[in-house]
């Protein structure tokens, strides 16, 4: 186990409403990167935080953000929810900026959309 | 063209076996690579990291990039029926936002 957790694992919602996942990321870590991995796809990168603002994003709308925490636990809020938003939701802490060498992924959270 | 191409298999050998997992790339910009291993149902596992080209290796794995032929490499030797798994490359320009493959499903036959 990595020490990354996330919550909840599972959630179902409706096209249109809104949702917010969480994360928690390693002990000692201070940077979160959330990917969003479609089924018998690979992840994709959405956006990462540093200690508490946004250091890069992917290719996705704006209404997907995300807010990180003083103790680096972190949110990803999607508004207006689309059929096509169903996927796994992964975050990833890691000790430094960046850090893709060092990125521990969480389980995380199966989201449906119906 | 996606960024990224991974062969999804899936791959099927006998316990024992050398495996060969590969994935080619568009961006000649990508310095880090990284094999991931996911587990169903669990979240991916680093296996692997490398930065610009060479060979890494790790115990039963070994890590190849070729940045000339934008092409790299992930081998398993002597392969055990708990490496069936789905293999994941990832690679990045800046050290932060990965770009995946979509995974190659692995299993090993005992």
């Known amino acids: 186990e990595t020490g990354v957790t996330q919550s909840p694992t599972h959630l179902i919602k409706t096209r249109g409403q809104q949702v917010t996942l969480r994360c928690s990321s390693q002990?000692?870590?201070?940077?979160v990167s959330w990917y969003q991995q479609a089924l018998g796809q690979g992840p994709q990168f959405i956006f990462q935080?540093?200690?508490?603002?946004?250091?890069g994003r992917g290719n996705f709308p704006p209404r997907f953000s995300g807010l990180q925490f003083p103790n680096y636990s972190s949110e990803l809020n999607v508004n207006a929810l689309e059929l096509d938003d169903s996927a796994l939701y992964l975050c990833?802490?890691?000790?430094?900026?960046?850090?893709?060498?060092?990125?521990?992924f969480g389980p995380g959270t199966r989201l449906t959309v119906l | 063209q996606k960024e990224v191409e991974q062969d999804p298999g899936p791959l099927s050998v006998p316990e024992g076996a050398i495996v060969s997992l590969n994935c080619t790339y568009s961006?000649?910009?990508?310095?880090?690579f990284m094999w991931y291993r996911q587990y169903s149902r669990k979240g991916p596992e680093l296996l692997m990291y490398?930065?610009?080209?060479g060979n890494k290796e790790d115990g039963r794995f070994t890590a190849q990039v070729d940045k000339s032929s934008k092409y790299i490499s992930l081998f398993i030797r002597d392969s055990q029926p708990s490496d069936s798994a789905t293999y994941l490359c990832a690679m990045s320009v800046r050290n932060n936002d990965m770009r995946f493959g979509a995974g190659t499903r692995l299993t090993v036959k005992p």
């Open positions: 490398t930065y610009s080209s």
């Open positions: 990833a802490s890691s000790s430094e900026r960046g850090g893709t060498d060092t990125q521990y």
């Open positions: 961006n000649s910009a990508f310095q880090y």
């Open positions: 002990s000692g870590h201070n940077t």
């Open positions: 935080y540093y200690r508490e603002e946004e250091n």
